[in-house]
């Protein structure tokens, strides 16, 4: 085998590598039935074993919250910011938003396009660099629910905690930051994630909801779009997304072995930790721009001092096998994605090329 790259792109995502070669090891003969996973009914015994496995693997990692069920969607974590306002903005309600940033900012502008929506707090004033305190929330009386960006994958910030929002379900869009550590799901009425950053490729979507608030949807929407289709068939309404899924289980296996979420939490603060105390140590050459509590241990973003050293960075990092160092193109900068299956070798490396380029360029 070639050497596997230092991978820290955005998303889609570095996959274990022990996942990858496990679903080498059974991609032509699945389980004895003489054909890959892909080519088999969705609606056979073998087929739906996983697709239940990777449900309750899911759940059981998340404690086994009572009351709570778990979709697989296609779409992307984009469908899911029309399906949300479209499903629970009912009449006389308002769609409540914490707008943190690019993706906030997109799960918004689908909202409006649905019903009446509302900023329950924004941190523009602060350029996106922070996440907005918790008790400067403003929910209306008449919210359909609050929307939170659990991490902005662009700005590089993260809650810390999360909002009590009382009787008024809280929704959050996990897309990169799922199973990066434990939290209280019952604290959440939908989470959603595309799987292509912490679950598996792409191509899946995974929604964690309380099951009274997805039972039942408003008829006039189309039924695809309806959570209560889903839900009500198990996520076999139609054709599911079959490979995804089966790799999603795998991954969640893999997480189960690296000592559940508690043990992935601690692997994935070490890993952040390294980067940003080679920022912090750099005496100014590295800029880290989110604002040091509100700094997210998956996406480190910093800056060096012009872009033409960007530039130079990136060049001499693709040499040295860094791949995925560049910022979103929309806020430049630099950027590493260390999500949960980029190994801790890989972060020390990048910590150590760090501190090679600023000796070499400082
Ligand atoms: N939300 C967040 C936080 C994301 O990072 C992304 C993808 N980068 C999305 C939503 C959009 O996801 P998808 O491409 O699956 O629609």
Redesign the pocket.
């Known amino acids: 085998m070639g050497k596997r790259a230092y991978n820290f792109n955005?998303?889609p995502a570095a996959l274990p590598l022990e996942v990858l070669e496990r679903a080498q090891a059974n991609f032509v003969d699945f389980r004895g039935t003489g054909m890959s996973i892909m080519e088999m009914s969705h609606r056979g015994k073998v087929y739906e074993e996983v697709h239940n496995e990777a449900e309750s693997r899911l759940l059981s990692l998340l404690g086994n919250p009572k009351g709570y069920k778990v979709l697989f969607l296609q779409?992307?974590?984009?469908?899911?910011?029309a399906m949300i306002p479209m499903n629970f903005l009912t009449e006389g309600k308002v769609a409540s938003y914490v707008h943190t940033g690019?993706?906030a900012d997109?799960?918004i502008k689908e909202a409006k396009l649905i019903g009446d929506t509302h900023i329950a707090a924004s941190s523009e004033a602060d350029n996106f660099m922070s996440i907005p305190d918790l008790k400067d929330i403003q929910i209306p009386e008449n919210a359909a629910y609050l929307h939170i960006?659990?991490?902005?994958?662009?700005g590089g910030v993260q809650y810390q905690q999360y909002p009590d929002t009382g009787n008024v379900p809280l929704i959050a869009?996990?897309?990169?930051?799922i199973l990066s550590r434990p939290f209280d799901v019952n604290q959440f009425g939908l989470i959603y994630?595309?799987?292509?950053?912490n679950l598996g490729p792409?191509g899946v979507?995974v929604i964690i909801a309380r099951e009274e608030l997805i039972a039942e949807s408003p008829k006039h929407i189309p039924t695809m779009l309806r959570y209560s289709t889903h839900a009500n068939n198990n996520s076999l309404y139609n054709t599911p997304p079959s490979f995804s899924v089966y790799m999603v289980n795998e991954v969640l296996k893999w997480i189960e072995e690296q000592g559940a979420l508690e043990g992935i939490e601690q692997k994935n603060r070490e890993k952040a930790q390294l980067i940003y105390d080679t920022i912090d140590g750099s005496g100014g050459f590295y800029t880290g721009p989110a604002q040091v509590g509100s700094r997210s241990f998956m996406n480190v973003t910093f800056r060096l001092a012009s872009e033409e050293l960007e530039k130079q960075f990136i060049k001499e990092s693709e040499l040295e096998g860094f791949v995925g160092l560049k910022g979103h193109r929309s806020v430049g900068g630099l950027r590493a994605s260390i999500y949960n299956a980029v190994p801790y070798e890989s972060c020390k490396a990048l910590a150590d090329f760090m501190s090679h380029f600023q000796k070499t360029h400082g």
């Not at 779409?75 to 910011?81: D, E, K, L, N, V």
């Not at 960006?149 to 662009?154: C, Q």
């Not at 869009?173 to 930051?177: E, N, V």
């Not at 994630?193 to 950053?197: H, T």
């Open positions: 955005a998303g779409g992307g974590a984009s469908t899911q910011f690019s993706w997109k799960a960006t659990s991490n902005e994958t662009i869009d996990m897309s990169s930051d994630a595309g799987a292509q950053k792409s979507t």
